[in-house]
């Protein structure tokens, strides 16, 4: 009941209740005939008995949240997404300051020299929800020369490995993290990341990915990055 009543807050949601209903609707108008909808196996009920509406809404969108993230697009970021990009940007570090991270991308970074430049070399991405740009991270081919040197540990292998840079996602944008990393995955299998230690949201993000923590490396201008690995098993 706990989790049912979660779930009808988030069916309470204009775009749900609009879609569902809509859905539900033509459906029984289509096939009012039919004993079993496909509607109702989805949310697990083998007939029309003993079901509402609303409670037919509220499981749909509970199927609808949990697998929302496998309905992201993802695609190369174009320079005309250039404002859309720096939005994302914005949003990110907001995310990082509610957190308490306060010294993690500070200083204008990353500013649109910098995502320009991922742009131009195909390197940055993006992910699409409805259409909407909501989520971008740049995915690059090692070496990283600030990744030379590790300090308190080592990485689990010296394989050639992707880099993952500067992922950034829009605060109502949920699942960005998987969508990347499976993403990541389907180019290479090695890869590696740094995040700044006050970054708790990355940190619990990539040991819940089964990332290991390998140590500490340095930026380019001395600051100092926890690193992490994730190997091929």
Not at 93 to 106: F, H, P, V
Not at 189 to 217: E, P, V, W
Request: aromatic share 10%.
């Amino acid at each position: 009941e706990h989790n049912l009543a979660k779930v009808r807050v988030a069916s309470s949601s204009l775009v749900f209740r609009s879609f569902f209903e809509r859905m539900l609707e033509w459906w029984n108008g289509r096939h009012e005939g039919l004993k079993i909808l496909w509607p109702l196996r989805l949310c697990g009920f083998k007939s029309r008995s003993g079901y509402s509406k609303r409670l037919i809404i509220a499981r749909l969108s509970a199927v609808f949240i949990l697998k929302s993230r496998y309905f992201m697009k993802i695609r190369k970021v174009l320079a005309s997404d250039l404002d859309a990009v720096m939005e994302i940007v914005d949003a990110a570090r907001g995310i990082m300051r509610a957190s308490g991270n306060m010294l993690q991308w500070t200083g204008g970074y990353p500013d649109k020299t910098v995502m320009t430049a991922d742009i131009r070399r195909g390197v940055c991405y993006g992910c699409e929800n409805g259409g909407k740009l909501s989520a971008v991270f740049s995915m690059i081919p090692g070496p990283d020369p600030t990744y030379t040197d590790i300090y308190g540990g080592a990485w689990l292998n010296e394989e050639p490995y992707l880099v993952v840079h500067r992922i950034a996602s829009l605060p109502e944008c949920h699942g960005v993290m998987d969508a990347v990393l499976n993403f990541c995955y389907r180019h290479c299998d090695n890869i590696r990341i740094d995040t700044h230690r006050d970054n708790s949201i990355m940190r619990h993000c990539l040991q819940k990915a089964g990332f290991a923590y390998c140590g500490i490396i340095y930026l380019a201008n001395g600051d100092e990055r926890l690193a992490f690995h994730r190997a091929a098993r």
